[in-house]
């Protein structure tokens, strides 16, 4: 591999693409055995979760749908702008729906505690999360996701789904970068 690749600018992996699957088909197990007999509507959102929503939802065997937000709290850095914007609302009326918020992480909580509030005001049946990162030191908000993968150090992440400046989303595992890429 030449240093052009994206997985020279990582500087400590924290997950592998391995870990990743196993983690998922375990939190996949538990959703399916949760909503059996029951309709599930997976929300994902982009662009994050894009990959996180692809293994967790082939990951599990019963039916279930699929919708899509983007919402806004960051600009393209590294920070948290602290006001949340709809870019893209949902396609699917979710009044009555068993709703799943499917994300990549939580870190300031400001992201999905909005995102909550606001599908509880569609009247569905019922709002969880499922998170594969969780950083327990950077809550600023009260969000309780059903499922997390793992819970991580106040550090800023990148790979499947999460990017530095748009890049970094297609890496398989997931680490802390270089400090040279900041630079
Ligand atoms: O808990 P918070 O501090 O609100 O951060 C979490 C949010 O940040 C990430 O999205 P991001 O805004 O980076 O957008 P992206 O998914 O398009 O990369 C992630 O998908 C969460 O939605
Ligand atoms: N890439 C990336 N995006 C985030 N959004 C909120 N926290 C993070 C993080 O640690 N990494």
Redesign the pocket.
Not at 70 to 74: E, G, I, K, L, N
Not at 103 to 115: A, K, Q
Not at 138 to 141: F, G, V
């Given at each position: 591999m030449d240093s052009s690749h994206v997985e020279h600018d990582l500087v400590n992996v924290l997950f592998t693409e391995a870990q990743i699957h196993d983690r998922l088909g375990e939190m996949a197990q538990q959703i399916s055995a949760d909503y059996e007999g029951h309709d599930l509507l997976m929300v994902g959102?982009?662009?994050?979760?894009v990959m996180v929503m692809a293994d967790l939802s082939r990951a599990m065997p019963g039916h279930l749908e699929m919708d899509w937000m983007?919402?806004?709290?960051?600009g393209s850095g590294t920070k948290?702008s602290g006001v949340?914007r709809i870019l893209k609302d949902l396609d699917t009326d979710i009044s009555g729906r068993h709703v799943l918020i499917v994300?990549?992480?939580?870190?300031?909580?400001?992201?999905?505690?909005?995102?909550v509030n606001n599908l509880s005001s569609r009247r569905p049946a019922s709002v969880e999360i499922a998170t594969l990162l969780r950083?327990p030191e950077?809550?600023?908000?009260p969000?309780e996701p059903k499922y997390v993968g793992w819970d991580i150090p106040n550090e800023f992440v990148v790979g499947y789904?999460?990017?530095y400046k748009?890049r970094y989303?297609n890496l398989r595992d997931i680490g802390t970068l270089a400090p040279h890429v900041y630079s």
């Open positions: 959102v982009l662009r994050g979760a983007a919402v806004t709290s960051y948290s949340v994300d990549e992480i939580i870190d300031t909580g400001l992201t999905l505690s909005w995102l950083k950077a809550l600023q908000m969000v789904g999460l990017d748009e989303r």
